[in-house]
């Protein structure tokens, strides 16, 4: 893409109401544009990231689970009958069609997917069944705070699980488990599962993944050991390695403040390895059981021939959420400094001197060549000054920098930085080629 093309309105100065890294330089970043309280629209380049993590999400998710599409509008009788209509409260979002008819906002899917699972599944023999979407939610936060992090309407990645008995119930929870910690480790985020509160979904057990962030909204108590965990390379069809992975991991002191339990924590985890912060909710797991399938009649015939009630569990990603969370984790006093994964363009070429022909010459040759590779590149043609040329590739964080200036071809070299650490490798000119391999690894 050539920035001269690329429609992005970036801010110089910062903006007065954003308060949080994260919100500052996605507006900055020109990334996103607040249209109303809590809602936002995406500009190319903040929607090219969304679209990334959703990428992730999605080739992770489809090795346990199918995709689907439901509705943001849902029909309020299944929310009556699971008795959410009432006690969901000011969140959502209700309205009537012309017919008089109620309607309302998709906060959450349990019942709608459920009541699609009642409507089609019959027998155990068509489980286990795992389905998912990505879907714009609304609920009407009473706060909507710090850009994407709390908006009333935002991406979600839900999943919904369906199993013949708690056992099967318990092993996709831990599939999901150990499927989250490999989408956020994508994401270069550290993820810590802590155990949580079931809140308006319900059910008994529970873990959010939380990212430490100073800017979070929830304090965070955790035994730093935790910290140290590798990702195992197990299968998902092996629930024996996959329930001990999940073992371990939650048999570590992590709370967030709402379930903190301060004198556990103080006989549980020695001094040294205590730490307090602040984190982010990115994901949370639930198993529910009955909760949903009860009420809304979604009925399995089991091996016996008897009718019982679908065991159910959902699993929610923060989709829109999590760009801004990568930004609160990956960033620096320049701006975002993205990882490789969900960056928007890989790479971007800064012409120094636009007017220059010998600049613009191997600017054009370079562009061409890791277009026809097919790497994402970002060539800043523009007839601006250097300086704000540097600063905006910085402000935008494209993990390559390719700098294309006079004085370096004079000597036969450009140079090639490295976003994240600084580092700055020159190039010779009749050697274009070295830069595909070194960002390619
Ligand atoms: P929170 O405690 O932050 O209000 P929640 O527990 O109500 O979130 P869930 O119902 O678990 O949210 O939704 C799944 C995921 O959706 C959350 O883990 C979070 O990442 C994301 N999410 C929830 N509410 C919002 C929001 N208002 N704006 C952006 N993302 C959200
Ligand atoms: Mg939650």
């Keep these: 893409m050539r920035r001269s093309k690329l429609f992005l309105p970036t801010l110089k100065e910062n903006p007065s109401e954003a308060s949080i890294n994260s919100h500052r330089l996605m507006l900055r970043a020109g990334m996103i544009r607040q249209s109303s309280s809590g809602i936002y629209t995406w500009l190319p380049l903040g929607y090219k990231v969304l679209r990334n993590i ?224 602040r984190g982010i909710e990115v994901g949370h797991l639930f198993y529910f059981g009955d909760k949903y399938s009860r009420p809304l009649g979604a009925n399995i015939a089991n091996e016996k021939g008897v009718n019982i009630p679908v065991e159910m569990g959902s699993y929610g990603i923060g989709v829109s959420r999590l760009v801004g969370g990568i930004i609160d984790a990956h960033h620096d006093d320049k701006g975002i400094c993205w990882p490789e994964s969900v960056a928007p363009y890989i790479i971007g070429i800064i012409n120094l001197r636009q007017n220059d022909v010998p600049c613009s010459q191997l600017s054009e040759k370079i562009y061409d060549s890791l277009k026809n590779n097919n790497i994402e590149v970002l060539y800043d043609d523009r007839d601006e000054g250097a300086g704000n040329k540097l600063a905006e590739m910085d402000l935008i964080g494209i993990p390559w920098q390719i700098r294309i200036g006079p004085r370096g071809i004079k000597n036969g070299y450009f140079e090639l930085l490295n976003r994240k650490t600084s580092e700055i490798q020159e190039i010779s000119i009749n050697d274009t080629a070295k830069i595909t391999n070194i960002i390619l690894g």
């Design 54 to 277: 959703e990428k992730i999400i999605r080739f992770e998710q489809n090795i346990i689970s199918q995709e689907l599409l439901m509705p943001t509008i849902q029909d309020s009788e299944i929310w009556k009958k699971s008795g959410r209509f009432n006690d969901y409260g000011k969140e959502m979002l209700k309205f009537k069609d012309r017919h008089e008819h109620e309607l309302l906002y998709g906060p959450t899917n349990e019942e709608l997917i459920t009541d699609i699972f009642s409507k089609n599944i019959m027998s155990y023999k068509s489980l286990p069944l795992c389905l998912y979407h990505i879907q714009w939610k609304f609920r009407d936060e009473i706060r909507p705070r710090f850009g994407v992090m709390r908006g009333r309407e935002f991406l979600m990645k839900d999943a919904y699980s369906f199993d013949k008995n708690k056992d099967d119930a318990i092993e996709c929870y831990n599939r999901m488990f150990l499927n989250y910690l490999r989408i956020f480790d994508k994401m270069e985020l550290k993820a810590i599962p802590v155990a949580a509160d079931t809140g308006p979904i319900g059910g008994d057990l529970s873990h959010e993944f939380i990212i430490l962030a100073e800017t979070g909204e929830s304090d965070v108590f955790l035994d730093k050991n935790i910290l140290n965990e590798k990702i195992p390379n197990i299968k998902y069809d092996d629930p024996i390695s996959i329930s001990k992975l999940v073992n371990k991991l939650t048999s570590y002191y992590t709370a967030a403040d709402d379930k903190h339990d301060h004198d556990r924590y103080l006989k549980s985890v020695k001094e040294e390895n205590r730490i307090k912060t």
